[in-house]
Structures are given as C-alpha cells and as structure tokens.
C-alpha cells in the first residue's frame, strides 16, 4: 500500500463511510485535533519520569484514536449506513476521575494560578492540555453543525482536568513545586 494517493491534492479528504469534503472542514478540524493531541502525548511519554503515569497516557492514547474515528465518520445518510468503528471510551472517565482523586490526595492544596512548567515531563503534560483544549473546542464546533456523541466531549473535558492534574503530580514527584502565576504590581 503506498502512502501517498493523490486524493488530496485538490484540498478534499475522504471521510469513514463515504463523501468527501474540505480539509478546513469542521468535522476534519476535530478528527486532526485529537490527533494532534495523541502525538502530543506520545511525545510527552518520552518526557514523563513517572511509570504509572506513563501506562495512563499510553491508554488514553488507544482511547483517542477510538475517538478519532468516531469523529471521522459522519452520521449515516439515505442509501449509506455509518461504519462500525470503536465504541467512544466513556468507561475511562469514571477511571480518569479516580487518577485525579488520587493525585490530588498526595498534592498540595491548589492555592493560585499554575503556569505551565517545572519538571521537563510537567511542561509536556501542559502542552498536552492545551491541545486538549483545542481540541475540546473544535469538537464543540462541530457539534454545533453536526452530530457529535455527547461522550466525546465528556471525554476531552475530564481528559484536560486529568492532564492538569497529572503535570502538577510530576512537579510534585520530581521534586518541584508549582510554577504559580505571581499578580504583576500594579
């Protein structure tokens, strides 16, 4: 199979299920953020200190291409059915939560405003949420034009509390406070 197939050379991109449409097109915005977002994470695995935390993203790195191929495929239309892809993973938030309950008990009180930073694998794990983010905000775009399984947005909004909280624990474990947001003087 050759990786290159000149389909997209006219700005179009196939979609799961059939039709085509523009690669600024909602719906290819949100599949490619949470790509995006899965190759963040992948890189910060290679920045990550903390093993438990390394065999939490790389779950949640299965988990997003799930959710990428739901939003690639659009809601069925008259004389063509939707594919059968994998089931949005909305079993992992209520796990998501607990790794946050569980963090946060062995955290400091969160007192200010935290600055991405500190420890290598903490600042990798900040870029992570803020691409979740955007993510999270273009998925909402999308939902707002099409139908988007309401477990996707769940899912990017417990994901980004737990990127958050994640980063803080590897300041935490690597010996480093948080980096907090001091007021300019006025």
Same mark, same amino acid.
């Given at each position: 199979?050759k &990786?290159?197939?000149?389909?997209?050379d006219?700005?179009?991109?196939?979609l799961?299920?059939?039709?085509r449409?523009?690669?600024?097109?909602a719906?290819v915005?949100?599949y490619?953020?949470? !790509?995006? /977002?899965?190759?963040? @994470?992948?890189?910060s @695995?290679? #920045?990550?200190?903390?093993?438990?935390?390394?065999?939490?993203m790389?779950? &949640?790195?299965?988990?997003?291409?799930?959710l990428g191929?739901?939003?690639a495929?659009?809601p069925?239309?008259?004389?063509?059915?939707k594919? @059968?892809?994998?089931?949005?993973?909305?079993?992992?938030?209520d796990?998501?939560?607990?790794? &946050? !309950?569980e963090? !946060?008990d062995? @955290?400091?009180?969160?007192r200010?405003?935290?600055l991405p930073g500190?420890?290598?694998g903490?600042a990798a794990?900040h870029?992570?949420?803020?691409?979740?983010?955007?993510a999270?905000? !273009?998925v909402?775009?999308l939902?707002?034009?099409?139908?988007?399984?309401a477990?996707v947005?769940?899912?990017?909004?417990?994901?980004?509390? /737990? /990127?958050?909280t994640?980063a803080?624990?590897?300041n935490?474990?690597?010996? #480093?406070?948080?980096?907090?947001?001091?007021?300019?003087? #006025?």
């Amino acid at each position: 199979m050759k &990786i290159y197939t000149r389909t997209g050379d006219d700005g179009h991109t196939a979609l799961f299920g059939g039709g085509r449409v523009p690669k600024d097109d909602a719906r290819v915005s949100a599949y490619g953020t949470v !790509d995006e /977002l899965n190759a963040v @994470l992948g890189w910060s @695995l290679t #920045q990550v200190t903390d093993e438990t935390t390394r065999a939490r993203m790389e779950s &949640i790195q299965h988990d997003l291409f799930a959710l990428g191929a739901d939003l690639a495929t659009p809601p069925p239309k008259k004389g063509r059915t939707k594919p @059968l892809t994998p089931p949005v993973p909305t079993h992992r938030v209520d796990e998501m939560e607990r790794w &946050i !309950d569980e963090a !946060d008990d062995e @955290l400091p009180p969160l007192r200010a405003f935290v600055l991405p930073g500190g420890t290598e694998g903490a600042a990798a794990l900040h870029m992570a949420r803020t691409v979740c983010r955007r993510a999270e905000r !273009d998925v909402v775009r999308l939902a707002a034009a099409e139908e988007v399984d309401a477990g996707v947005l769940v899912y990017l909004n417990r994901l980004s509390d /737990l /990127l958050f909280t994640l980063a803080r624990l590897e300041n935490h474990r690597g010996g #480093q406070g948080d980096v907090e947001w001091v007021k300019p003087e #006025q």
